[in-house]
Nanobody
């Protein structure tokens, strides 16, 4: 069974940085290489939204609100996905989830709180 575990969330002041990690298990490296991974977030009272995605090829997409501030990456050997977040704003507050798109697997989420 494929599982994802996020880590790296926390409380940070506006302008600060955080790095989220998402470790996959129950999936072999070859398959992981070809799966599109993504980070979503859900702010209080709002719907979950796509923040960034990365294909197995390394091609990336970003929500307009995070372009230039967030960077998604992946390590195939470690079967881990990352989200580097800089210049954080209060609007970035929420629970961040990673997902493997083709399997529909979600992580449990990690809280990011940005204080202004």
């Amino acid at each position: 069974q494929v599982q994802l575990v996020e880590s790296g969330g926390g409380l940070v002041q506006a302008g600060g940085s955080l790095r989220l990690s998402c470790a996959a298990s129950g999936i072999n490296t070859l398959l992981f290489r070809h799966i599109t991974g993504a980070w979503y977030r859900q702010a209080p009272g709002k719907q979950r939204e796509l923040v960034a995605s990365i294909m197995g090829s390394g091609s990336t997409t970003y929500a307009d609100s995070v372009k230039g501030r967030f960077t998604i990456s992946r390590d195939h050997a470690e079967k881990t996905m990352y989200l580097e977040m800089v210049s954080l704003q209060a609007e970035d507050t929420g629970v961040y989830y990673c997902k493997l798109e083709q399997t529909g697997t979600w992580g449990q989420g990690t809280q990011v709180t940005v204080t202004s």
